[in-house]
């Protein structure tokens, strides 16, 4: 199995990406931040409990994180792997994420990080509100909070996998394709190592 954690700030481009490198690599796209989504659109109670902390910008509780992503994982198990995006934010995610493969005798093939400035970021997000319809990127001292809460709390867990040398990063400044071009070249490495 091919198991990549697609990593980097929000507004980086890793669900853009994602999209292309499900198409390459034959995987399973799983974004937590859409699980969210949809199921704040169902209105479940799951969903009514994430929206009070991602409209402020803020990480959802691993707990909740972590049982609705071993869910969405459980229920697909026949793929040739997965791509996680959005997902590990914690460490206590990451060690969750690992214990979990393990149990199957997998393991994380690679992070692959998206390296984009903090200004960039504003200007993205700002201009995805107008059509993502997301109030999180609307509003600059949300999309600052959330700029804080991935230096402060998840900037790390491309430590912990630099640790295992699964970490490779790219610049995630360019056009879709460039940086497409970029991100196959250290996976296509990292599979054959
Ligand atoms: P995203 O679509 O990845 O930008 O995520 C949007 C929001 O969903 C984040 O700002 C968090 O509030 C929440 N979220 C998504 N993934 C996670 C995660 N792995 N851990 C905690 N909160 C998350």
């Given at each position: 199995?091919?198991?990549?954690?697609l990593?980097?700030?929000?507004?980086?481009?890793?669900?853009?990406?994602?999209?292309?490198?499900?198409?390459?690599?034959?995987?399973?796209?799983?974004?937590?931040?859409?699980?969210?989504?949809?199921?704040?659109?169902?209105?479940?109670?799951?969903?009514?409990?994430?929206?009070?902390?991602?409209?402020?910008?803020?990480?959802?509780?691993?707990?909740?994180?972590?049982?609705?992503?071993?869910?969405?994982?459980?229920e697909?198990?026949?793929?040739?792997?997965?791509?996680?995006?959005?997902?590990?934010?914690?460490?206590?995610?990451?060690?969750?994420?690992?214990?979990?493969?393990?149990?199957?005798?997998?393991?994380?093939?690679?992070?692959?990080?998206?390296?984009v400035d903090?200004?960039?970021i504003?200007?993205?997000?700002?201009?995805?509100?107008?059509?993502?319809?997301?109030?999180?990127?609307?509003?600059?001292s949300?999309?600052?909070?959330?700029?804080?809460?991935?230096?402060?709390?998840?900037?790390?867990?491309?430590?912990?996998?630099?640790k295992?040398?699964?970490?490779?990063?790219?610049?995630?400044?360019?056009?879709i394709?460039?940086?497409?071009?970029?991100?196959?070249?250290v996976?296509?490495?990292?599979?054959?190592?």
């Amino acid at each position: 199995m091919i198991n990549l954690i697609l990593f980097g700030p929000p507004g980086s481009g890793k669900g853009t990406q994602a999209t292309n490198l499900v198409e390459k690599y034959n995987l399973l796209h799983i974004s937590t931040g859409d699980l969210f989504r949809s199921e704040i659109g169902n209105k479940t109670p799951l969903g009514l409990e994430a929206k009070s902390y991602m409209d402020k910008g803020a990480l959802v509780p691993d707990e909740v994180t972590i049982g609705m992503l071993k869910k969405k994982v459980q229920e697909n198990p026949d793929v040739k792997g997965y791509i996680f995006d959005g997902f590990p934010r914690t460490i206590p995610q990451a060690e969750a994420l690992d214990a979990m493969l393990m149990a199957n005798s997998q393991e994380i093939t690679s992070l692959v990080a998206l390296d984009v400035d903090d200004e960039e970021i504003v200007k993205r997000l700002l201009n995805r509100a107008k059509t993502s319809g997301r109030s999180d990127d609307a509003d600059e001292s949300i999309i600052r909070n959330r700029l804080s809460v991935y230096k402060e709390t998840t900037a790390i867990v491309a430590g912990h996998y630099e640790k295992k040398d699964k970490t490779h990063t790219v610049n995630g400044v360019g056009g879709i394709d460039e940086v497409f071009g970029r991100l196959a070249e250290v996976i296509d490495r990292s599979l054959v190592a």
